[in-house]
């Protein structure tokens, strides 16, 4: 089993600035993937942004220029940096891993953003 524990969500004015961190813990073989969902009310989860193993990012268009995810491969944790956050940006925010074909979830962080 992995846990992941996310850290770092908040209520932040538009265009300010969060971080926020995904620790993993536990059984760690090989993580092919970590990153962030996000699921604001009465929509459904989406992809925020990825890192593979090897240190190649995918990010959500609608957060492309704004956020950047970053990984600590010997502390096992995950980092978004969130710029120029808007309100449309509110959401629970999901840490995810991908390891072998397993994936597993945090519980989830509140991002709200107020205009």
């Known amino acids: 089993q992995v846990q992941l524990v996310e850290s770092g969500g908040g209520l932040v004015q538009a265009g300010g600035s969060l971080r926020l961190s995904c620790a993993a813990s536990?059984?760690?073989?090989?993580?092919?993937?970590m990153g962030w969902y996000r699921q604001a009310p009465g929509k459904e989860r989406e992809m925020v942004a990825l890192?593979?193993?090897?240190?190649?990012?995918n990010y959500a268009d609608s957060v492309k220029g704004r956020f950047t995810i970053s990984r600590d491969n010997a502390k096992n944790t995950v980092y978004l940096q969130m710029n120029s956050l808007k309100p449309e940006d509110t959401a629970v925010y999901y840490c995810?891993?991908?390891?072998?074909?397993?994936?597993?979830w945090g519980q989830g962080t509140q991002v709200t953003v107020s205009s």
């Open positions: 890192i593979m193993s090897g240190g190649s990012t």
């Open positions: 995810y891993s991908l390891q072998s074909v397993r994936s597993y």
């Open positions: 536990g059984s760690i073989f090989s993580i092919n993937a």
